[in-house]
C-alpha cells in the first residue's frame, strides 16, 4: 500500500479518524473492563491539555525542557512520598518499569555476586508476563512459582525454589488474573532473610491500594513500609488516571537505581547516557501524569477510589448472588474474576459480548475477568441484569461457547502448548494484513 500520493486537509483526516473509531470499544460509557481507566470527562479534559501542549517535547534532554524535569521530578518525588521510597524513574509503563527493575536486579546481583553466573528471578505463575519479557531480553533465567488455593503465591512452595541462583523475589498487589495480593511481608522478609532482592508488582493496585485506608476500603501491607521490599512498580496510566504512557519504577535506596542506567561513553554522536528504556521520550506522558496528580491531589484519588471499591464490591455481591457464578479467590479491591459452575463461563462471555459487554478471558482455571473502574459506577445494575440472563439462558439451555469462545477454551487446553505459541506468533504476524 502505497502512502497517500496526495495529502488531505486537516478536515478531511479528522472525519477519516472518526469514521474509523466506529467499531472501537466504548469506553466511555463502561462496557469495557480493562485497558482504558476513564476517570471522567474533567480528568479526560486536563491530561488532554497537559498531553497537546507538550506534543514535541522530548524527554529525552532534561536540559532542554527544564519543565518536563520539573514535572517528571516531582511525579517520582509524590510517588516516592506515597509508597515510602527514596527514589525511582518515570518510564512509558508497567512493562518498561519491570524490565528496568529486573535490570537493576541483574547488574546489582553482577556487581555484588559475581559468584552468581547464572542468575534466576522467581515470580508466582500469576505475576505479569512482563516478567517473563524481563527475563528473556535480559538473558536471565526465571522460575515460577505456585499459587495456593487463594490465588495468592504459595510461600512454602516458593521458599522451596529459592536456590543460589536466585536475584530477585517478586510479589503482586494485586495480580492481574484474579486482583488479589501476594502475601508482599512473608515474601520479602524470605527475600531479605537470603539476601535476595525484593519486587513488588503494583502496576495495577498501587494507586488504589495507597489509598483504600482512606476511601473505606481494605489496606494492606505492600509498600517500601513492608521491610525487605526492594523496588516496586506502579502505573500512572492505570489507577492512576493519567494518559497512556506514565509509570513509576521506585527503588529502597539511589545506588540499586543506578544499576537501572545505561551509559554508552565513545559513540561518535556523543556521550550518552538514559535512565530508562526509552530513547526519545514524550513530553505529553510526562506532562499529563504530572497534571492529573495536580488535578486529583490526594483528596482526588481517595473519592475515585472509594467509588471502584464500592462499585467493585457490588458487582462481586451480584454475581456471587448469580445461580452457576463462581468469584476466583478472595478479591476485596477493585480487580476480580469469575468461573462458571457446572456451565462453560465463555458461553456466557460469547453472550454478554454480543450485548456489548467486554470482559477479558483468563485460562488455569477458565474465567472472565473485570477490572473496574470510575466509569463502571453507573452501569452495575444493567451489567448485573444482562450477566445473570446470559448465564440462566447457558444453564438452562446446556450451552457452550461456539464462536471465538469455543476457539479460546480450545487455545487453553491444547496440550501442545508450543503449537500453541506457533499459533500466537502467526497471529500476531498477520495483524498488519487489512
Ligand atoms: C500486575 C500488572 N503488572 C504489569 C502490567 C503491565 O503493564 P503495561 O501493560 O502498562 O505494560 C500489568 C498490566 O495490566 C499488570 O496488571
Known amino acids: 500500500m502505497p502512502i497517500p500520493p496526495a495529502g488531505a486537509d486537516r478536515a478531511t483526516v479528522e472525519n477519516e479518524l472518526a469514521a474509523a473509531r466506529a467499531n472501537d470499544a466504548d469506553w466511555r460509557h463502561g462496557r469495557t473492563f480493562s485497558l482504558v481507566y476513564y476517570a471522567g470527562e474533567d480528568v479526560l479534559a486536563v491530561i488532554r491539555a497537559a498531553y497537546s501542549t507538550y506534543i514535541h517535547e522530548n524527554g529525552l534532554s532534561l536540559d532542554a525542557f527544564p519543565s518536563l524535569r520539573r514535572f517528571e521530578s516531582e511525579v517520582i518525588a509524590f510517588c516516592a512520598e506515597l509508597y515510602g521510597a527514596a527514589t525511582g524513574s518515570l518510564t512509558s509503563g508497567g512493562t518498561e518499569s519491570i524490565l528496568m527493575a529486573v535490570k537493576a536486579a541483574r547488574d546489582h546481583a553482577r556487581a555484588h555476586h559475581p559468584e552468581i553466573v547464572a542468575p534466576e528471578i522467581l515470580v508466582p505463575v500469576t505475576a505479569h508476563p512482563a516478567f517473563d519479557k524481563a527475563a528473556a531480553l535480559l538473558g536471565i533465567g526465571i522460575v515460577h512459582a505456585p499459587v495456593g488455593a487463594d490465588l495468592r503465591v504459595d510461600v512454602e512452595a516458593l521458599t522451596a525454589l529459592v536456590g543460589p541462583n536466585t536475584i530477585l523475589i517478586v510479589g503482586t498487589a494485586y495480580t492481574f488474573p484474579h486482583g488479589v495480593v501476594d502475601p508482599i511481608p512473608a515474601l520479602a522478609a524470605l527475600a531479605a532473610s537470603r539476601g535476595i532482592l525484593c519486587h513488588v508488582d503494583a502496576c495495577l493496585g498501587g494507586f488504589v491500594l495507597a489509598f483504600?485506608?482512606?476511601?473505606?476500603?481494605?489496606?494492606?501491607?505492600f509498600d517500601f513500609r513492608v521491610p525487605g521490599v526492594t523496588s516496586m512498580s506502579a502505573d500512572l496510566h492505570k489507577y492512576g488516571y493519567a494518559a497512556k504512557g506514565a509509570s513509576v519504577v521506585l527503588y529502597r535506596d539511589r545506588a540499586l537505581r543506578r544499576h537501572q542506567f545505561f551509559v554508552t561513553t565513545d559513540w561518535p554522536g556523543g556521550i550518552y547516557g538514559s535512565p530508562t528504556m526509552a530513547g526519545t521520550r514524550p513530553g505529553g506522558g510526562i506532562a499529563a501524569a504530572w497534571a492529573v496528580i495536580r488535578h486529583l491531589?490526594?483528596?482526588?484519588?481517595?473519592?475515585?477510589?472509594?467509588?471502584?471499591l464500592e462499585t467493585s464490591r457490588r458487582l462481586r455481591e451480584g454475581i456471587a448472588a448469580t445461580p452457576g457464578l463462581?468469584?476466583?479467590?478472595?478479591?476485596?479491591?477493585s480487580v476480580f474474576s469469575f468461573t462458571g459452575e457446572g456451565l462453560d463461563i465463555f458461553a456466557v462471555d460469547e453472550r454478554m459480548r454480543a450485548l456489548g459487554w467486554h470482559l477479558d478471558r483468563l485460562q488455569r482455571p477458565a474465567g472472565v475477568q473485570m477490572i473496574v473502574t470510575p466509569a463502571h459506577e453507573h452501569v452495575v445494575d444493567a451489567f448485573l441484569a444482562d450477566l445473570r440472563a446470559c448465564t440462566a439462558e447457558v444453564r438452562e439451555g446446556g450451552l457452550a461457547a461456539v464462536a471465538d469462545g469455543a476457539i479460546y477454551g480450545a487455545l487453553t487446553s491444547i496440550p501442545d502448548r508450543a503449537l500453541v505459541?506457533?499459533?500466537?506468533?502467526?497471529?500476531?504476524?498477520?495483524?498488519?494484513?487489512?
Open 421 to 434: 505459541r506457533d499459533l500466537v506468533l502467526d497471529w500476531i504476524d498477520g495483524l498488519d494484513q487489512p
Open 297 to 308: 491531589g490526594r483528596e482526588g484519588y481517595v473519592r475515585l477510589s472509594r467509588v471502584v
Open 326 to 333: 463462581l468469584i476466583l479467590g478472595d478479591p476485596r479491591h
Open 212 to 221: 483504600a485506608r482512606e476511601a473505606g476500603g481494605e489496606a494492606v501491607d
